[in-house]
């Protein structure tokens, strides 16, 4: 007689799952959420979606500027032309002359675009966080000094046009202050200086309001304990206010990147039309609008919307821009990803092998 105990188990493991905790976009929420931001969206689909829409159309038509063999007139109208309006960038160059040497007019307002954003960005981001440290510290008329910096943010851009082409006359102050007979309003590389030192004026205070917020959220105990720990106040300034500020800091870039890849009304009120030196993609656009050249300008429009599209993917992927600001969401995201990760690796692991246990012996 034998006398013994088998068990047997079998079976796949199933997945790792966490207990999630209720939060706002999964406690019956967002649907309440989207039903309250759809009259925005609304609008938004119809001042940025539709334009959009009617651009893209008309892209690809080109109004007749030709001859009719048969008829010996123009045709009115319109006529699908494809992608015709962009590959004659290449194919029809319109050349002409400025800092950059002698180019294609869409080539050379690409790089006049692309400078003013370097240099304007770089000069108004040193010059922000400068004035949000002088913000931000206790003295004497401080409420004074900040209304005074953001002035010229608020005053508007055409205006602010006009007065600093006023000062960089010909006989303007700016000449009679360096003593010299510059033409700073021709179409030369001091147009450029022009309209970057009248850009940095007006919107580096804007960089400054924004990075001033995010330093009235760092507790001046973090200060005090660097302090303590022997930390200068470059090493304070690099290892602590930088790192900290660096969501509304990076905010404000992003937003001031954008505006300035789109300049139109600086240079076209400060130096005018026709200056290759100062054209932007913008300006462009606008003067082939103007001469009824609809399917070139919004190829143009849409060739600038793209680039504008791709600066602003590089700056959330690269610089970790955090455009909505939404901590839920974050938190909600980072769970998902973590879930997902979870049941991965679970699934990696496969099923247990069958395994049987057997104990006693056998007796006669």
Request: net charge positive; glycine share 8%.
């Given at each position: 007689m034998s006398q013994g105990v088998a068990t047997t188990l079998a079976g796949n493991t199933p997945p790792i799952t966490e207990k999630r905790k209720k939060n706002l976009l999964s406690d019956g929420q967002g649907s309440l959420a989207a039903l309250l931001i759809s009259p925005t969206m609304l609008v938004i689909l119809f001042v940025v979606g539709i334009p959009i829409l009617l651009s893209l159309r008309e892209s690809v038509f080109r109004k007749a500027t030709t001859v009719d063999p048969v008829t010996?007139?123009?045709?009115?109208?319109?006529?699908?032309?494809?992608?015709?309006?962009?590959?004659?960038i290449f194919a029809n160059p319109q050349t002409v002359t400025g800092v950059w040497g002698s180019m294609d007019r869409l080539v050379n307002s690409f790089w006049n675009v692309t400078f003013f954003?370097?240099?304007?960005?770089?000069?108004?981001?040193?010059?922000?966080?400068a004035m949000a440290l002088i913000m931000a510290r206790a003295f004497r008329g401080k409420g004074f000094v900040r209304a005074a910096i953001l002035i010229p943010w608020a005053i508007p851009t055409i205006a602010s046009a006009r007065m600093w082409g006023l000062i960089f006359d010909s006989n303007g102050v700016m000449n009679v202050i360096l003593n010299q007979k510059i033409l700073w309003l021709a179409d030369n590389a001091y147009s450029q200086w022009a309209v970057i030192i009248a850009d940095v004026w007006k919107t580096a205070p804007f960089i400054g309001l924004l990075t001033?917020?995010?330093?009235?959220?760092?507790?001046?105990?973090?200060?005090e304990a660097a302090r303590v720990d022997g930390a200068n106040a470059w090493q304070q300034f690099i290892r602590i206010t930088l790192p900290m500020v660096k969501p509304a800091l990076v905010?404000?870039?992003?937003?001031?990147?954008?505006?300035?890849?789109?300049?139109?009304d600086l240079p076209w009120g400060m130096i005018g039309p026709g200056k290759y030196s100062v054209e932007t993609i913008s300006m462009f656009a606008y003067v082939e609008n103007n001469a009824l050249r609809y399917g070139s300008a919004a190829a143009y429009s849409l060739l600038l919307f793209a680039y504008i599209v791709i600066v602003a993917f590089l700056f959330v992927r690269l610089l970790g821009a955090d455009v909505i600001g939404d901590d839920e969401s974050?938190?909600?995201?980072?769970?998902?990803?973590?879930?997902?990760?979870l049941n991965k690796a679970a699934r990696r692991s496969g099923p247990l092998a069958k395994t049987s246990i057997t104990s006693g012996e056998a007796q006669a």
């Amino acid at each position: 007689m034998s006398q013994g105990v088998a068990t047997t188990l079998a079976g796949n493991t199933p997945p790792i799952t966490e207990k999630r905790k209720k939060n706002l976009l999964s406690d019956g929420q967002g649907s309440l959420a989207a039903l309250l931001i759809s009259p925005t969206m609304l609008v938004i689909l119809f001042v940025v979606g539709i334009p959009i829409l009617l651009s893209l159309r008309e892209s690809v038509f080109r109004k007749a500027t030709t001859v009719d063999p048969v008829t010996g007139m123009i045709p009115e109208g319109e006529s699908f032309v494809g992608l015709a309006n962009f590959t004659d960038i290449f194919a029809n160059p319109q050349t002409v002359t400025g800092v950059w040497g002698s180019m294609d007019r869409l080539v050379n307002s690409f790089w006049n675009v692309t400078f003013f954003t370097i240099v304007c960005v770089g000069l108004e981001t040193i010059l922000g966080v400068a004035m949000a440290l002088i913000m931000a510290r206790a003295f004497r008329g401080k409420g004074f000094v900040r209304a005074a910096i953001l002035i010229p943010w608020a005053i508007p851009t055409i205006a602010s046009a006009r007065m600093w082409g006023l000062i960089f006359d010909s006989n303007g102050v700016m000449n009679v202050i360096l003593n010299q007979k510059i033409l700073w309003l021709a179409d030369n590389a001091y147009s450029q200086w022009a309209v970057i030192i009248a850009d940095v004026w007006k919107t580096a205070p804007f960089i400054g309001l924004l990075t001033l917020a995010g330093l009235q959220t760092i507790p001046a105990d973090v200060y005090e304990a660097a302090r303590v720990d022997g930390a200068n106040a470059w090493q304070q300034f690099i290892r602590i206010t930088l790192p900290m500020v660096k969501p509304a800091l990076v905010v404000a870039v992003l937003f001031r990147t954008l505006d300035t890849m789109r300049m139109f009304d600086l240079p076209w009120g400060m130096i005018g039309p026709g200056k290759y030196s100062v054209e932007t993609i913008s300006m462009f656009a606008y003067v082939e609008n103007n001469a009824l050249r609809y399917g070139s300008a919004a190829a143009y429009s849409l060739l600038l919307f793209a680039y504008i599209v791709i600066v602003a993917f590089l700056f959330v992927r690269l610089l970790g821009a955090d455009v909505i600001g939404d901590d839920e969401s974050r938190a909600v995201s980072a769970q998902r990803k973590k879930q997902k990760e979870l049941n991965k690796a679970a699934r990696r692991s496969g099923p247990l092998a069958k395994t049987s246990i057997t104990s006693g012996e056998a007796q006669a």
